[in-house]
């Protein structure tokens, strides 16, 4: 378990490092908001289908697919842009 955390550490650390010094020298417009939302949506649904629904294949094949159809509606016009 330890090591499951410190893990976890290194990639957020880095992955924060890498977003500083890549806005440094390298801006990218990132929509903070939005990944921001992504993510905690995902991890919501995760705790709920954990908690509730364990071990029930149903129920997480359900809430993936649900959460890929809001992503999908949200992002319509960027992914018809993109596939265009």
Request: charged share 15%; hydrophobic share 55%; no cysteine.
């Amino acid at each position: 378990m330890a090591a499951a955390w410190a893990t976890l550490a290194a990639y957020g650390s880095m992955m924060l490092i890498s977003y500083f010094l890549g806005k440094k020298y390298y801006p990218v417009p990132y929509n903070i908001k939005k990944i921001g939302l992504y993510l905690l949506t995902s991890i919501a649904i995760s705790f709920i289908s954990f908690i509730f629904f364990r071990e029930d294949y149903i129920a997480g094949t359900a809430f993936v697919v649900l959460f890929l159809a809001g992503i999908i509606i949200i992002e319509k016009k960027d992914l018809k842009k993109m596939l265009t």
